[in-house]
């Protein structure tokens, strides 16, 4: 299989993107995951590799990062083809299974659910906190999709606040999503699930509104802005670990620190400043697709032969169910076995599905194996988006937790599948606990 030269690499990330875009306005049923699945993609594999070629950066693993740029764009290739292959196979059907009325809410039940939703999720989420996501066996995968119901119900009451025509309640909820990076910073000193989640909320904002002209500039402006903190934050992120992690210091030290560091000494995105251009590197994942690339070519090591993709069907068995279940390497490992290179401890750092379809069996996987994501979260897409349109508010919430952790572009798919199967069996918790709120709910009414 050929591989696109550089500067259309750029072209097809673009037809991609404009693909995606074209999909809301021809009024397909959608919640905006394929749209989120390919901005969360374009952080890590498009957004650095703009600002290099812009600034004329080059840097000793520049050539590196540019090779997995390029098999990047054969899996952003593959993805739009599996995307566009599911509306074809789609084409002319019902949208989704009928409903029963007690199913179907109109917009106040909706909000009142939503809200209930929200604040089982942040109940769930900090009692996950408190006893640790490791700390039972099993139980990692459940609770760490605690932050996606906060999401998803966040976003039911942006959409019946919209359905009720009253924008000021909508852009309210809309703005709550900000909130979410500040959790993952001051909790847990993490910022990138925050800032993932409000990238996928956010598409699905377009999603349902229909991308206008204005949206681009926006979104541009979104982006650059998002940049600028991810800049500050990085610069500043040791110090902020050092309090949650090592000194463990109160909830008022790590705001102040905040309001100082990152409020306070809050930087723009400057293309022209090398030290600004090297931070995004952490950031930029086509660097370790190639150099894996490389190592693989050179003799280093072998592909995985699907090794990793069966450690995937095995994670989807809790290990609660399977005490002696074998233990399948962490992102960061993965990626030190196949790229040669060690890193520290303390760093955390995600395999990505272009690098881990990659090391698997080359170029074709990465295409294929896009492809068959694309079937799978258009699929999800279409089925929140139905549900959505006909009231049906658990079978929302039902596909857009599972489907989340295909949203995020970082991590293994072990990791992924575990987290699916987790977000399922959340689900299930979160209607056995809401299973009265319809009826309470109308009896208020």
């Known amino acids: 299989m050929f591989l696109p030269e550089y500067e259309w690499c750029f072209v097809i ?38 600002c290099y070629w812009m600034a004329g950066y080059m840097s000793p693993d520049r050539l590196a990062s540019m090779l997995g740029f390029r098999i990047a764009a054969m899996g952003i290739l593959g993805y739009t083809l599996g995307v566009l292959l599911f509306d074809l196979i789609t084409y002319g059907q019902r949208n989704g299974k009928s409903v029963d009325a007690v199913s179907m809410l109109n917009w106040r039940e909706q909000y009142g659910v939503g809200i209930r939703i929200v604040l089982v999720g942040i109940v769930l989420y900090f009692t996950g906190i408190l006893i640790g996501f490791g700390a039972i ?32 309640k909508a852009l309210m909820w809309a703005l709550g999503l900000m909130l979410l990076p500040l959790f993952g ?28 002209w204005w949206s ?62 090297v931070l995004l590197e952490r950031l930029d994942q086509n660097m370790l697709v190639g150099k894996s690339a490389n190592y693989i070519n050179s003799g280093g090591i072998a592909y995985a032969e699907g090794d990793t993709l069966i450690d995937a069907l095995l994670a989807l068995v809790p290990r609660l169910v399977w005490k002696d279940k074998p233990n399948y390497g962490g992102s960061g490992t993965v990626v030190s076995r196949y790229t040669g290179i060690r890193f520290d401890a303390t760093t955390s750092i995600g395999v990505g599905q272009i690098l ?28 929140a988006g139905n549900c959505l349109n006909r009231g049906d508010v658990w079978g929302f919430v039902t596909a857009y937790v599972i489907a989340q952790p295909l949203m995020l572009s970082q991590g293994n798919y072990a990791e992924v599948t575990a987290a699916m199967f987790g977000g399922w069996i959340l689900t299930r918790i979160l209607r056995f606990i809401g299973g009265g709120w319809v009826e309470e709910l109308r009896m208020k009414q």
């Open 13 to 50: 990330w673009l037809a991609a993107i404009a693909v995606q875009v074209a999909r809301t306005w021809v009024g397909r049923p959608t919640a905006g995951m394929t749209l989120a699945c390919i901005a969360s993609l374009a952080l890590v594999h498009l957004v650095a590799e703009v």
């Open 137 to 168: 066996p099993g139980l990692s995968a459940v609770f760490g999709g605690t932050l996606t119901v906060v999401v998803s119900g966040i976003l039911l009451n942006w959409h019946a606040n919209r359905r009720a025509r009253r924008p000021d």
């Open 185 to 212: 910073v001051v909790l847990q000193g993490f910022i990138g699930f925050g800032m993932s989640a409000v990238l996928v909320a956010s598409c699905f904002i377009l999603g349902r509104t229909r991308i206008r």
């Open 216 to 277: 681009v500039p926006l979104g541009v402006a979104a982006v650059y802005f998002g940049l600028s903190l991810w800049i500050t934050y990085a610069e500043v992120r040791a110090e902020l670990r050092q309090q949650v992690w090592i000194q463990k210091s109160d909830l008022s030290s790590r705001l102040l620190f905040l309001s100082e560091k990152v409020i306070g000494q809050f930087k723009l995105l400057d293309i022209d400043d090398q030290e600004q251009l």
């Open 356 to 383: 881990e379809l990659y090391i698997n069996y080359g170029l074709e996987c990465v295409f294929i194996g896009m492809m068959v994501i694309g079937l799978i979260v258009a699929a999800f897409d279409s089925m």
